[in-house]
């Protein structure tokens, strides 16, 4: 079933990235951490759907997209930078694999980020962080999406990585085999590990970590994944 909604704000959040905030339809139901086919309600783009996490949780009374934008591809988030209040998006198919299915470790590459915000703010809601920890790949300091908010909610337990920048306090460089055995391993070195992975992020990281999660004798059933 599709949804027509209007948008009730846009604004960026970070250099590239958006944050819509939409009508809700009454009857369009979602769990944190999935995601829908948006389109926009513009001609010769109603067709060209793109799948979109919602970031607000299912209770609130609107809908929020976090939208990594691209403007060399010409493509639809591209598009998305154009539009304004009362402009409107189509909604379609809801869908996604990640969803909490326990305590764990949360590793994110830029806009892959976007399941875990929701996945997060639905925790702290009700107060059930924990020792949940979330290891978050960006090229620089500038690129970190919600940094003030998952730094309150995460504390000591959000890590960040970042390949292009040198900044105090915040790793350099690609997550590697032994910063994932360090931040996610929990047993003795070749243990492996008995808590959640959780990994979203683009095609070639998520490669990456997963060759390197296998290195490190995680179960395949513990970990959680998408590919943005
Ligand atoms: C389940 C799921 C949920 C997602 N949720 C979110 C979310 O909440 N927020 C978010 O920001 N993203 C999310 N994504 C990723 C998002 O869907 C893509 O970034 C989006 O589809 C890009 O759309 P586009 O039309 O701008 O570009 P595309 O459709 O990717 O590209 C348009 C054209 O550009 C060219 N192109 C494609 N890739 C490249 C490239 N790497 N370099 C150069 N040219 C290229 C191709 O010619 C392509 O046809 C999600 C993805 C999935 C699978």
């Known amino acids: 079933m599709e949804h027509t909604v209007k948008i009730k704000s846009i604004e960026h959040v970070t250099h590239d990235v958006l944050r819509i905030v939409t009508e809700k339809p009454p009857s369009l139901s979602f769990k944190p951490g999935q995601a829908a086919d948006i389109s926009i309600n513009k001609v010769n783009w109603q067709t060209e759907k793109r799948p979109f996490t919602f ?105 960040n990585i970042l390949s292009d920048e040198k900044v105090e306090g915040y ?11 360090a931040h996610v391993t929990t047993g003795a070195p070749g243990q492996g590990m008995g808590r959640n992975v959780y990994v979203c992020g683009p095609p070639p990281m998520m490669e990456a970590i997963e060759k390197q999660l296998a290195n490190l004798k995680v179960d395949p059933k513990l970990i959680i994944k998408e590919a943005f």
């Open 55 to 159: 970031t607000s949780l299912p209770n609130y009374t609107y809908l929020e997209f976090t939208i990594k934008t691209y403007p060399s591809r010409k493509g639809v988030t591209n598009e998305l930078l154009k539009l304004k209040k009362h402009d409107e998006l189509i909604v379609a198919d809801v869908f996604g694999d990640i969803a909490y299915k326990g305590k764990g470790v949360f590793i994110a590459g830029g806009a892959g980020v976007t399941p875990f915000i929701s996945i997060f703010r639905d925790l702290h809601a009700k107060n059930e962080i924990g020792d949940n920890k979330l290891l978050f790949a960006n090229k620089t300091k500038a690129d970190i999406i919600l940094e003030q908010e998952f730094k309150n909610t995460l504390g000591k337990n959000f890590i």
């Open 171 to 181: 790793l350099h460089g690609f997550i590697t085999e032994d910063l994932l055995r």
